[in-house]
Protein backbone atom coordinates (compact mmCIF):
# COMPACT_ATOMS: atom_id res chain seq x y z
CA UNK A 1 0.00 0.00 0.00
CA UNK A 2 2.69 2.72 0.88
CA UNK A 3 4.41 1.38 -2.03
CA UNK A 4 1.40 1.96 -4.49
CA UNK A 5 1.04 5.81 -3.28
CA UNK A 6 4.34 6.11 -3.92
CA UNK A 7 4.24 5.28 -7.51
CA UNK A 8 1.21 7.79 -7.64
CA UNK A 9 3.05 10.44 -6.02
CA UNK A 10 5.90 10.04 -8.71
CA UNK A 11 4.01 10.21 -11.98
CA UNK A 12 2.04 13.26 -10.68
CA UNK A 13 5.50 14.81 -10.38
CA UNK A 14 6.30 14.37 -13.75
CA UNK A 15 3.23 15.49 -15.15
CA UNK A 16 4.41 18.47 -14.05
CA UNK A 17 8.43 18.83 -14.11
CA UNK A 18 7.79 16.90 -17.77
CA UNK A 19 7.37 20.45 -19.88
CA UNK A 20 9.96 21.92 -18.19
CA UNK A 21 12.64 19.06 -18.50
CA UNK A 22 12.08 19.07 -22.69
CA UNK A 23 11.83 22.89 -22.85
CA UNK A 24 15.84 22.70 -21.33
CA UNK A 25 16.78 20.03 -23.74
CA UNK A 26 15.75 22.31 -26.60
CA UNK A 27 17.45 25.42 -25.59
CA UNK A 28 20.58 22.62 -24.75
CA UNK A 29 20.54 21.29 -28.23
CA UNK A 30 19.53 24.95 -30.09
CA UNK A 31 22.43 26.42 -28.32
CA UNK A 32 24.84 23.63 -29.60
CA UNK A 33 23.79 24.00 -32.42
CA UNK A 34 24.87 27.61 -32.61
CA UNK A 35 28.35 26.93 -31.51
CA UNK A 36 28.42 24.49 -34.18
CA UNK A 37 27.44 26.63 -37.43
CA UNK A 38 29.59 29.53 -35.96
CA UNK A 39 32.95 27.34 -35.56
CA UNK A 40 32.00 25.67 -39.28
CA UNK A 41 34.35 26.83 -41.94
CA UNK A 42 38.28 27.21 -43.22
CA UNK A 43 40.58 28.23 -40.66
CA UNK A 44 44.06 29.45 -40.75
CA UNK A 45 46.67 26.86 -41.18
CA UNK A 46 49.71 27.25 -37.88
CA UNK A 47 50.00 29.34 -34.76
CA UNK A 48 50.49 32.86 -36.92
CA UNK A 49 47.84 35.36 -36.10
CA UNK A 50 47.52 38.76 -37.70
CA UNK A 51 47.64 41.54 -35.59
CA UNK A 52 45.47 44.52 -35.82
CA UNK A 53 47.22 47.77 -35.89
CA UNK A 54 46.37 51.01 -35.16
CA UNK A 55 47.49 53.83 -37.61
CA UNK A 56 49.87 55.44 -34.65
CA UNK A 57 51.33 52.08 -33.76
CA UNK A 58 54.69 52.00 -34.46
CA UNK A 59 55.05 49.40 -37.51
CA UNK A 60 52.34 51.19 -39.63
CA UNK A 61 54.36 54.16 -39.25
CA UNK A 62 57.66 52.59 -40.30
CA UNK A 63 55.57 51.50 -43.13
CA UNK A 64 54.61 54.96 -44.15
CA UNK A 65 58.25 56.34 -43.59
CA UNK A 66 59.96 53.22 -45.65
CA UNK A 67 57.18 53.80 -48.87
CA UNK A 68 57.76 57.64 -48.22
CA UNK A 69 61.75 57.13 -48.74
CA UNK A 70 60.99 54.32 -51.72
CA UNK A 71 58.42 57.19 -53.39
CA UNK A 72 61.01 59.70 -53.68
CA UNK A 73 63.37 57.33 -54.88
CA UNK A 74 61.38 56.87 -57.70
CA UNK A 75 59.99 60.27 -57.89
CA UNK A 76 64.01 62.07 -58.03
CA UNK A 77 64.62 59.39 -61.31
CA UNK A 78 61.59 60.00 -63.16
CA UNK A 79 62.24 64.44 -62.80
CA UNK A 80 65.81 63.33 -64.25
CA UNK A 81 64.01 61.33 -67.12
CA UNK A 82 66.05 58.64 -65.44
CA UNK A 83 63.84 55.52 -65.53
CA UNK A 84 66.21 52.83 -64.29
CA UNK A 85 65.58 49.30 -63.17
CA UNK A 86 66.20 50.45 -60.05
CA UNK A 87 63.74 53.46 -60.30
CA UNK A 88 60.94 50.87 -60.56
CA UNK A 89 62.00 48.17 -58.48
CA UNK A 90 61.83 51.54 -55.65
CA UNK A 91 58.36 51.75 -56.77
CA UNK A 92 57.04 48.22 -57.05
CA UNK A 93 58.67 47.85 -53.69
CA UNK A 94 56.73 51.19 -52.32
CA UNK A 95 53.59 49.89 -54.17
CA UNK A 96 54.00 46.46 -52.36
CA UNK A 97 55.17 47.95 -48.81
CA UNK A 98 51.75 50.23 -49.67
CA UNK A 99 49.42 46.52 -49.74
CA UNK A 100 51.16 45.18 -46.12
CA UNK A 101 50.09 48.86 -44.64
CA UNK A 102 46.42 47.98 -45.78
CA UNK A 103 46.27 44.67 -45.17
CA UNK A 104 47.74 45.27 -41.19
CA UNK A 105 45.89 48.26 -40.49
CA UNK A 106 42.32 48.33 -41.87
CA UNK A 107 41.62 51.35 -40.33
CA UNK A 108 43.87 53.26 -42.29
CA UNK A 109 40.97 54.95 -44.52
CA UNK A 110 40.06 56.25 -47.86
CA UNK A 111 43.60 58.31 -47.89
CA UNK A 112 45.54 54.92 -48.03
CA UNK A 113 43.57 53.02 -50.54
CA UNK A 114 44.00 55.82 -53.00
CA UNK A 115 47.45 56.49 -52.29
CA UNK A 116 47.66 52.05 -53.26
CA UNK A 117 45.71 52.84 -56.94
CA UNK A 118 47.88 55.52 -57.55
CA UNK A 119 51.12 53.77 -56.73
CA UNK A 120 49.47 50.40 -59.13
CA UNK A 121 49.09 53.02 -61.85
CA UNK A 122 52.38 54.76 -61.53
CA UNK A 123 53.82 51.78 -61.58
CA UNK A 124 51.97 50.28 -64.20
CA UNK A 125 52.02 53.47 -66.72
CA UNK A 126 56.01 53.68 -66.01
CA UNK A 127 56.09 49.93 -66.89
CA UNK A 128 54.19 50.54 -69.86
CA UNK A 129 56.21 52.95 -71.31
CA UNK A 130 58.91 51.02 -71.23
CA UNK A 131 57.04 48.65 -73.45
CA UNK A 132 55.58 50.92 -75.52
CA UNK A 133 59.20 51.82 -76.82
CA UNK A 134 59.84 48.69 -77.52
CA UNK A 135 56.74 48.20 -79.80
CA UNK A 136 58.14 50.72 -81.77
CA UNK A 137 60.97 49.48 -81.93
CA UNK A 138 59.63 45.89 -82.99
CA UNK A 139 56.92 47.13 -85.47
CA UNK A 140 59.72 49.11 -87.36
CA UNK A 141 62.11 46.29 -87.33
CA UNK A 142 59.41 44.05 -88.48
CA UNK A 143 58.19 46.28 -91.23
CA UNK A 144 61.93 46.29 -92.49
CA UNK A 145 62.14 42.71 -92.84
CA UNK A 146 58.89 42.47 -94.53
CA UNK A 147 60.09 44.56 -97.49
CA UNK A 148 63.63 42.44 -97.27
CA UNK A 149 61.60 39.56 -97.48
CA UNK A 150 62.07 37.92 -94.34
CA UNK A 151 58.34 37.45 -93.52
CA UNK A 152 58.99 34.99 -90.98
CA UNK A 153 61.20 36.62 -88.86
CA UNK A 154 59.05 39.94 -89.38
CA UNK A 155 56.35 37.77 -87.89
CA UNK A 156 58.44 37.00 -84.63
CA UNK A 157 58.85 40.52 -84.13
CA UNK A 158 55.16 41.47 -84.43
CA UNK A 159 54.25 39.11 -82.30
CA UNK A 160 56.17 40.29 -79.88
CA UNK A 161 55.23 43.72 -80.57
CA UNK A 162 51.85 42.85 -80.34
CA UNK A 163 52.44 40.58 -76.52
CA UNK A 164 53.27 43.79 -75.10
CA UNK A 165 50.60 46.04 -76.50
CA UNK A 166 48.38 43.70 -75.00
CA UNK A 167 49.92 43.54 -71.87
CA UNK A 168 49.86 48.08 -71.67
CA UNK A 169 46.01 47.50 -73.14
CA UNK A 170 44.94 44.97 -70.33
CA UNK A 171 47.32 46.82 -67.38
CA UNK A 172 46.22 49.38 -65.05
CA UNK A 173 48.40 51.93 -66.65
CA UNK A 174 46.81 55.65 -67.59
CA UNK A 175 44.80 55.24 -70.93
CA UNK A 176 47.43 57.48 -72.51
CA UNK A 177 49.84 54.67 -72.46
CA UNK A 178 46.95 52.23 -73.94
CA UNK A 179 46.42 51.93 -78.04
CA UNK A 180 43.77 49.16 -78.71
CA UNK A 181 43.66 50.60 -82.56
CA UNK A 182 47.42 49.56 -82.70
CA UNK A 183 46.68 46.17 -81.28
CA UNK A 184 44.33 45.35 -84.03
CA UNK A 185 46.28 46.47 -86.72
CA UNK A 186 49.01 44.38 -85.41
CA UNK A 187 47.25 41.40 -85.07
CA UNK A 188 45.58 42.10 -88.91
CA UNK A 189 49.28 42.53 -90.39
CA UNK A 190 50.36 39.14 -88.81
CA UNK A 191 47.09 37.89 -90.10
CA UNK A 192 48.01 39.23 -93.31
CA UNK A 193 51.43 38.09 -93.23
CA UNK A 194 50.34 34.35 -92.73
CA UNK A 195 47.42 34.90 -94.96
CA UNK A 196 49.61 35.84 -97.82
CA UNK A 197 51.44 32.50 -98.97
CA UNK A 198 47.76 31.39 -98.90
CA UNK A 199 46.73 33.70 -101.11
CA UNK A 200 49.53 33.36 -103.55
CA UNK A 201 48.82 29.89 -103.85
CA UNK A 202 45.17 30.17 -104.28
CA UNK A 203 46.23 32.48 -107.41
CA UNK A 204 48.14 29.88 -108.86
CA UNK A 205 45.41 27.31 -108.39
CA UNK A 206 43.00 30.19 -110.01
CA UNK A 207 45.21 30.51 -113.09
CA UNK A 208 45.51 27.16 -113.81
CA UNK A 209 42.22 26.57 -113.55
CA UNK A 210 41.53 29.44 -115.83
CA UNK A 211 43.60 27.93 -118.35
CA UNK A 212 42.31 24.59 -117.82
CA UNK A 213 39.12 25.92 -119.43
CA UNK A 214 40.11 28.05 -122.02
CA UNK A 215 41.90 24.97 -123.08
CA UNK A 216 38.63 22.60 -122.28
CA UNK A 217 40.28 20.33 -120.59
CA UNK A 218 37.26 20.29 -117.83
CA UNK A 219 38.44 17.92 -115.22
CA UNK A 220 41.55 19.50 -114.61
CA UNK A 221 39.66 23.10 -114.42
CA UNK A 222 37.43 20.99 -111.90
CA UNK A 223 40.20 19.80 -109.97
CA UNK A 224 41.80 23.05 -109.72
CA UNK A 225 38.95 25.67 -109.16
CA UNK A 226 37.59 23.47 -106.39
CA UNK A 227 41.44 23.77 -104.88
CA UNK A 228 41.20 27.52 -104.87
CA UNK A 229 37.83 27.12 -103.04
CA UNK A 230 39.03 25.50 -100.65
CA UNK A 231 42.12 28.15 -100.04
CA UNK A 232 39.76 31.14 -100.17
CA UNK A 233 37.27 29.12 -97.47
CA UNK A 234 40.55 28.50 -95.02
CA UNK A 235 41.30 32.41 -95.34
CA UNK A 236 38.22 33.26 -94.73
CA UNK A 237 37.62 31.11 -92.08
CA UNK A 238 41.48 31.72 -90.21
CA UNK A 239 42.29 34.89 -91.01
CA UNK A 240 38.66 36.58 -91.93
CA UNK A 241 40.03 40.06 -90.97
CA UNK A 242 42.35 40.58 -93.72
CA UNK A 243 42.34 41.95 -97.10
CA UNK A 244 42.27 38.32 -98.99
CA UNK A 245 39.08 37.43 -96.67
CA UNK A 246 36.25 37.66 -99.36
CA UNK A 247 32.84 35.34 -98.78
CA UNK A 248 31.96 36.60 -102.56
CA UNK A 249 34.86 34.98 -104.20
CA UNK A 250 34.34 32.00 -102.50
CA UNK A 251 30.33 32.19 -103.40
CA UNK A 252 32.06 32.59 -107.11
CA UNK A 253 34.17 30.35 -107.01
CA UNK A 254 31.11 27.77 -106.06
CA UNK A 255 29.91 29.28 -108.75
CA UNK A 256 32.31 27.61 -111.09
CA UNK A 257 32.56 24.70 -109.67
CA UNK A 258 28.94 24.13 -109.88
CA UNK A 259 29.27 25.61 -113.51
CA UNK A 260 32.05 22.53 -114.59
CA UNK A 261 29.99 20.12 -112.59
CA UNK A 262 27.03 21.36 -114.57
CA UNK A 263 29.13 21.96 -118.36
CA UNK A 264 28.59 18.19 -119.19
CA UNK A 265 24.31 18.63 -119.39
CA UNK A 266 24.76 22.13 -120.68
CA UNK A 267 26.38 20.69 -123.99
CA UNK A 268 23.43 18.32 -124.60
CA UNK A 269 21.50 20.83 -124.05
CA UNK A 270 23.08 22.91 -126.90
CA UNK A 271 23.11 19.73 -129.05
CA UNK A 272 19.21 18.52 -128.16
CA UNK A 273 18.36 22.59 -129.85
CA UNK A 274 20.75 22.31 -132.43
CA UNK A 275 19.29 19.26 -133.45
CA UNK A 276 16.15 20.32 -133.08
CA UNK A 277 16.39 23.72 -135.17
CA UNK A 278 17.91 21.61 -138.07
CA UNK A 279 14.77 19.69 -137.99
CA UNK A 280 12.18 22.48 -138.27
CA UNK A 281 14.62 23.68 -141.16
CA UNK A 282 13.21 20.41 -142.71
CA UNK A 283 9.80 20.80 -141.57
CA UNK A 284 10.43 17.40 -139.30
CA UNK A 285 8.23 19.55 -137.13
CA UNK A 286 7.31 16.11 -134.30
CA UNK A 287 10.76 15.63 -133.99
CA UNK A 288 12.32 19.25 -133.43
CA UNK A 289 9.33 19.26 -130.46
CA UNK A 290 10.60 16.72 -129.03
CA UNK A 291 14.65 17.69 -129.25
CA UNK A 292 13.08 21.03 -127.61
CA UNK A 293 10.86 19.43 -124.67
CA UNK A 294 14.51 17.85 -123.92
CA UNK A 295 16.48 20.61 -124.04
CA UNK A 296 13.71 22.02 -121.77
CA UNK A 297 14.41 19.84 -119.78
CA UNK A 298 17.81 19.46 -118.94
CA UNK A 299 17.74 22.95 -118.24
CA UNK A 300 15.52 22.53 -115.79
CA UNK A 301 17.21 19.97 -114.28
CA UNK A 302 20.38 22.66 -114.09
CA UNK A 303 18.63 25.21 -112.76
CA UNK A 304 17.32 22.54 -109.72
CA UNK A 305 20.65 20.82 -109.20
CA UNK A 306 23.14 23.56 -109.93
CA UNK A 307 21.70 26.56 -108.32
CA UNK A 308 24.96 28.87 -107.78
CA UNK A 309 26.18 27.80 -111.80
CA UNK A 310 26.26 30.38 -114.21
CA UNK A 311 24.15 28.24 -116.52
CA UNK A 312 21.05 28.42 -114.60
CA UNK A 313 18.50 29.96 -117.17
CA UNK A 314 14.79 30.13 -116.45
CA UNK A 315 14.72 32.08 -119.84
CA UNK A 316 16.39 29.42 -121.49
CA UNK A 317 13.72 27.17 -120.55
CA UNK A 318 11.15 29.23 -121.54
CA UNK A 319 12.88 29.64 -125.28
CA UNK A 320 12.76 25.77 -125.56
CA UNK A 321 9.20 25.82 -124.49
CA UNK A 322 8.31 28.60 -126.98
CA UNK A 323 10.51 27.03 -129.76
CA UNK A 324 8.26 23.45 -129.15
CA UNK A 325 4.80 24.98 -129.27
CA UNK A 326 6.29 27.14 -132.50
CA UNK A 327 7.29 23.83 -134.26
CA UNK A 328 3.82 21.87 -132.57
CA UNK A 329 1.86 24.59 -134.15
CA UNK A 330 3.45 25.04 -137.45
CA UNK A 331 0.89 22.30 -139.19
CA UNK A 332 -2.03 24.45 -137.75
CA UNK A 333 -0.21 27.69 -138.73
CA UNK A 334 0.69 26.80 -142.45
CA UNK A 335 -3.01 25.48 -142.94
CA UNK A 336 -4.67 28.81 -141.36
CA UNK A 337 -2.56 31.03 -143.77
CA UNK A 338 -3.31 28.94 -146.51
CA UNK A 339 -7.26 29.33 -145.54
CA UNK A 340 -6.89 33.41 -144.82
CA UNK A 341 -5.01 33.30 -148.85
CA UNK A 342 -8.04 31.46 -149.75
CA UNK A 343 -10.42 34.01 -148.40
CA UNK A 344 -8.89 36.41 -150.01
CA UNK A 345 -8.96 35.13 -153.79
CA UNK A 346 -12.57 33.93 -153.12
CA UNK A 347 -13.70 37.74 -151.70
CA UNK A 348 -11.39 39.34 -154.02
CA UNK A 349 -13.15 37.22 -157.06
CA UNK A 350 -16.85 38.24 -155.20
CA UNK A 351 -16.82 33.98 -154.00
CA UNK A 352 -19.05 34.83 -151.40
CA UNK A 353 -20.37 31.88 -150.34
CA UNK A 354 -17.14 30.32 -150.72
CA UNK A 355 -15.60 33.16 -148.76
CA UNK A 356 -17.74 32.66 -145.98
CA UNK A 357 -17.26 28.96 -145.27
CA UNK A 358 -13.67 28.90 -145.56
CA UNK A 359 -13.56 32.22 -142.56
CA UNK A 360 -15.45 29.40 -140.18
CA UNK A 361 -13.19 27.08 -140.91
CA UNK A 362 -10.18 30.21 -140.29
CA UNK A 363 -11.88 31.12 -137.03
CA UNK A 364 -11.81 27.60 -135.29
CA UNK A 365 -8.07 26.87 -136.80
CA UNK A 366 -7.32 30.40 -135.10
CA UNK A 367 -9.01 29.79 -131.94
CA UNK A 368 -6.94 26.60 -131.39
CA UNK A 369 -3.87 27.67 -132.36
CA UNK A 370 -3.93 30.56 -129.58
CA UNK A 371 -5.73 27.96 -127.14
CA UNK A 372 -3.60 24.96 -127.93
CA UNK A 373 0.12 26.96 -128.32
CA UNK A 374 -0.12 29.98 -126.20
CA UNK A 375 3.95 30.44 -126.75
CA UNK A 376 3.78 29.67 -130.06
CA UNK A 377 5.68 32.61 -132.35
CA UNK A 378 3.79 31.44 -135.42
CA UNK A 379 0.85 33.27 -133.88
CA UNK A 380 -0.33 36.48 -135.71
CA UNK A 381 -2.50 38.76 -133.57
CA UNK A 382 -3.39 40.63 -136.65
CA UNK A 383 -4.68 37.78 -138.03
CA UNK A 384 -7.01 37.14 -135.35
CA UNK A 385 -8.25 40.41 -135.08
CA UNK A 386 -8.98 40.08 -139.31
CA UNK A 387 -11.15 36.83 -138.77
CA UNK A 388 -13.09 37.51 -135.65
CA UNK A 389 -14.01 41.38 -137.51
CA UNK A 390 -14.90 38.77 -140.60
CA UNK A 391 -16.91 36.23 -139.12
CA UNK A 392 -18.79 38.92 -137.41
CA UNK A 393 -19.53 40.35 -141.04
CA UNK A 394 -21.23 37.30 -142.44
CA UNK A 395 -24.18 38.03 -144.82
CA UNK A 396 -22.71 41.01 -145.16
CA UNK A 397 -20.18 40.34 -147.92
CA UNK A 398 -22.39 40.65 -150.94
CA UNK A 399 -24.56 44.01 -150.45
CA UNK A 400 -21.00 45.99 -149.20
CA UNK A 401 -18.98 44.64 -152.03
CA UNK A 402 -21.89 45.49 -154.38
CA UNK A 403 -22.19 49.27 -152.89
CA UNK A 404 -18.59 49.45 -152.64
CA UNK A 405 -17.97 48.43 -156.67
CA UNK A 406 -20.78 50.23 -157.54
CA UNK A 407 -19.63 53.36 -156.29
CA UNK A 408 -15.72 53.40 -158.00
CA UNK A 409 -14.69 54.56 -160.87
CA UNK A 410 -11.06 53.83 -162.69
CA UNK A 411 -9.04 56.75 -162.18
CA UNK A 412 -7.68 58.94 -165.08
CA UNK A 413 -4.99 57.49 -166.44
CA UNK A 414 -4.41 53.96 -163.96
CA UNK A 415 -7.20 51.75 -164.96
CA UNK A 416 -5.96 49.71 -162.18
CA UNK A 417 -6.56 52.12 -159.65
CA UNK A 418 -10.41 52.69 -158.60
CA UNK A 419 -11.28 55.89 -156.79
CA UNK A 420 -14.57 56.15 -155.15
CA UNK A 421 -16.59 58.64 -157.38
CA UNK A 422 -18.23 59.97 -153.58
CA UNK A 423 -16.96 60.86 -150.42
CA UNK A 424 -17.58 57.93 -148.28
CA UNK A 425 -21.25 57.90 -147.34
CA UNK A 426 -22.40 57.11 -143.65
CA UNK A 427 -24.34 53.83 -144.65
CA UNK A 428 -20.93 52.70 -146.15
CA UNK A 429 -18.92 53.46 -143.16
CA UNK A 430 -21.45 52.29 -140.95
CA UNK A 431 -21.28 48.82 -142.39
CA UNK A 432 -17.81 48.45 -142.19
CA UNK A 433 -17.19 50.12 -138.59
CA UNK A 434 -20.81 49.84 -136.63
CA UNK A 435 -20.46 53.73 -135.73
CA UNK A 436 -21.03 56.75 -136.88
CA UNK A 437 -19.22 59.94 -135.73
CA UNK A 438 -20.83 62.21 -137.88
CA UNK A 439 -22.58 65.40 -136.72
CA UNK A 440 -24.71 66.18 -139.66
CA UNK A 441 -26.03 62.54 -140.14
CA UNK A 442 -27.76 60.88 -142.64
CA UNK A 443 -27.40 57.34 -144.44
CA UNK A 444 -26.49 59.55 -148.25
CA UNK A 445 -24.88 62.23 -146.50
CA UNK A 446 -20.79 61.82 -146.57
CA UNK A 447 -19.61 60.76 -143.45
CA UNK A 448 -17.67 63.83 -141.65
CA UNK A 449 -15.87 64.11 -138.27
CA UNK A 450 -13.16 61.49 -138.48
CA UNK A 451 -9.59 61.99 -138.19
CA UNK A 452 -7.11 60.23 -139.98
CA UNK A 453 -6.40 57.14 -137.74
CA UNK A 454 -10.61 56.72 -138.36
CA UNK A 455 -10.25 57.18 -141.84
CA UNK A 456 -7.17 54.19 -142.05
CA UNK A 457 -8.98 52.03 -140.01
CA UNK A 458 -11.70 52.59 -142.49
CA UNK A 459 -9.24 51.08 -145.37
CA UNK A 460 -8.03 48.27 -143.66
CA UNK A 461 -11.18 46.91 -142.64
CA UNK A 462 -12.56 47.03 -146.10
CA UNK A 463 -9.48 45.60 -147.48
CA UNK A 464 -10.19 42.55 -145.36
CA UNK A 465 -14.06 42.60 -146.75
CA UNK A 466 -13.03 43.21 -150.25
CA UNK A 467 -9.61 41.01 -150.55
CA UNK A 468 -8.11 43.61 -151.72
CA UNK A 469 -6.11 46.53 -151.07
CA UNK A 470 -8.07 50.12 -149.73
CA UNK A 471 -6.40 53.14 -149.04
CA UNK A 472 -7.04 56.85 -149.01
CA UNK A 473 -6.20 58.49 -152.04
CA UNK A 474 -2.35 60.63 -152.51
CA UNK A 475 -2.46 64.27 -153.56
CA UNK A 476 -2.02 63.45 -156.48
CA UNK A 477 -4.16 60.71 -157.30
CA UNK A 478 -6.89 63.04 -156.80
CA UNK A 479 -5.37 65.77 -158.39
CA UNK A 480 -5.22 63.57 -161.61
CA UNK A 481 -9.49 62.81 -160.61
CA UNK A 482 -9.95 66.37 -160.36
CA UNK A 483 -8.29 67.19 -164.05
CA UNK A 484 -10.21 70.86 -164.71
CA UNK A 485 -12.59 72.12 -161.99
CA UNK A 486 -15.36 72.09 -163.87
CA UNK A 487 -18.12 70.65 -161.59
CA UNK A 488 -20.85 72.03 -159.06
CA UNK A 489 -19.78 72.34 -155.91
CA UNK A 490 -20.99 73.00 -152.35
CA UNK A 491 -19.70 75.91 -150.90
CA UNK A 492 -20.28 78.61 -148.26
CA UNK A 493 -22.82 80.08 -151.07
CA UNK A 494 -24.93 77.71 -151.42
CA UNK A 495 -24.30 74.97 -148.77
CA UNK A 496 -25.91 76.83 -146.28
CA UNK A 497 -23.73 75.81 -143.15
CA UNK A 498 -23.73 72.14 -143.54
CA UNK A 499 -22.66 69.17 -145.73
CA UNK A 500 -24.96 67.96 -148.55
CA UNK A 501 -26.11 64.34 -149.68
CA UNK A 502 -23.44 62.70 -151.66
CA UNK A 503 -23.39 62.48 -155.45
CA UNK A 504 -26.73 65.23 -155.69
CA UNK A 505 -24.46 67.62 -157.76
CA UNK A 506 -23.14 67.39 -161.40
CA UNK A 507 -20.27 65.35 -161.31
CA UNK A 508 -16.77 66.56 -163.10
CA UNK A 509 -15.84 64.91 -166.65
CA UNK A 510 -13.86 62.04 -164.96
CA UNK A 511 -17.49 60.94 -163.37
CA UNK A 512 -16.45 61.84 -159.63
CA UNK A 513 -18.52 64.12 -157.23
CA UNK A 514 -17.48 66.80 -154.67
CA UNK A 515 -13.90 66.54 -154.94
CA UNK A 516 -14.13 70.40 -154.85
CA UNK A 517 -16.59 71.56 -151.60
CA UNK A 518 -18.73 69.69 -149.63
CA UNK A 519 -16.35 68.03 -147.31
CA UNK A 520 -12.70 68.33 -146.91
CA UNK A 521 -10.93 65.15 -148.07
CA UNK A 522 -7.82 63.26 -146.01
CA UNK A 523 -5.30 62.27 -148.06
CA UNK A 524 -2.54 59.37 -147.29
CA UNK A 525 0.40 60.18 -145.35
CA UNK A 526 3.67 58.36 -143.66
CA UNK A 527 2.48 56.41 -140.54
CA UNK A 528 5.13 57.91 -138.48
CA UNK A 529 3.98 61.79 -139.34
CA UNK A 530 1.77 63.80 -136.78
CA UNK A 531 0.32 65.51 -139.71
CA UNK A 532 -1.60 65.08 -142.95
CA UNK A 533 -3.07 66.84 -145.52
CA UNK A 534 -6.75 67.72 -146.81
CA UNK A 535 -7.82 68.05 -149.53
CA UNK A 536 -10.37 70.20 -151.79
CA UNK A 537 -11.18 72.90 -149.56
CA UNK A 538 -15.26 72.43 -148.26
CA UNK A 539 -18.84 74.06 -147.75
CA UNK A 540 -17.06 76.45 -145.69
CA UNK A 541 -15.12 78.02 -148.20
CA UNK A 542 -15.87 80.62 -151.19
CA UNK A 543 -16.41 79.08 -154.95
CA UNK A 544 -13.32 81.14 -156.01
CA UNK A 545 -11.30 79.41 -153.40
CA UNK A 546 -12.63 75.74 -153.94
CA UNK A 547 -11.72 76.57 -157.43
CA UNK A 548 -8.05 76.29 -156.72
CA UNK A 549 -8.57 72.64 -155.14
CA UNK A 550 -7.11 73.97 -151.72
CA UNK A 551 -4.98 71.57 -149.48
CA UNK A 552 -4.51 71.99 -145.72
CA UNK A 553 -1.99 70.31 -143.36
CA UNK A 554 -4.03 68.93 -140.49
CA UNK A 555 -3.37 66.98 -137.13
CA UNK A 556 -4.16 63.35 -137.84
CA UNK A 557 -5.97 63.22 -134.31
CA UNK A 558 -8.27 66.60 -135.88
CA UNK A 559 -12.07 65.59 -136.23
CA UNK A 560 -13.91 68.84 -137.71
CA UNK A 561 -17.66 68.26 -139.57
CA UNK A 562 -16.52 69.67 -142.57
CA UNK A 563 -13.55 66.68 -142.78
CA UNK A 564 -14.42 63.64 -144.88
CA UNK A 565 -12.34 61.24 -146.98
CA UNK A 566 -12.74 58.87 -150.04
CA UNK A 567 -11.10 55.74 -150.35
CA UNK A 568 -8.97 53.85 -153.45
CA UNK A 569 -9.11 50.53 -154.28
CA UNK A 570 -6.16 48.63 -155.85
CA UNK A 571 -7.67 46.20 -158.11
CA UNK A 572 -4.99 42.70 -159.18
CA UNK A 573 -3.38 43.38 -162.42
CA UNK A 574 -4.88 39.55 -163.42
Known sequence: MPAHRSKIHFGALWLIVRPWFFGFLGVAAFGYLLYFISTMGPRRVGSAQIVMKALDDPVVDKLLHEIGELEKKFRSA??????????????????????????????????????????????????????????????????????????????????????????????????????YVRETSLSQTISSIEAAPLKKEMDVFLEKARKATVEQRWSDALSAYTSARDMQTRINREFGRTRYANLADEDNLDAEIESLNAAGIVADIDAKEKAGDEAMAKKRVVEAAAFFADAGALQLRVNQTFKRSRFVSSQRIEDMEVKRQTALSSDIADVLADTDRAIEEYLKKRQIVAAEQKIQEAVKLVNKLFADFPKSLRLDGALKIKLTYLSLRLGVFRKLQDEVYEGLLPLPGAAERMLFKTEVPQSLYVMVMNINPSRNPGRTFPVDSVNWNDAQEFCTRLSWLLGTKVRLPSLDEL?????????EMWSKQNSEGHSHEVGRLKPNAGGFYDLAGNLAEWTSAENAADKALVFGGSYLDEPEVLIKAPQESRLKSDRARHVGFRIIVELPSS
Do not use: F, W
Open 78 to 179: DAANLMTPEALDALAQALDKQRELIRVCPSAGTDQTTRLMRLDTELASARARDKISRIDRLEREGEEMLSGSEADQAVEKLREALRLQREVNSSSASSLYKN
Open 479 to 487: HMAMGRCDS
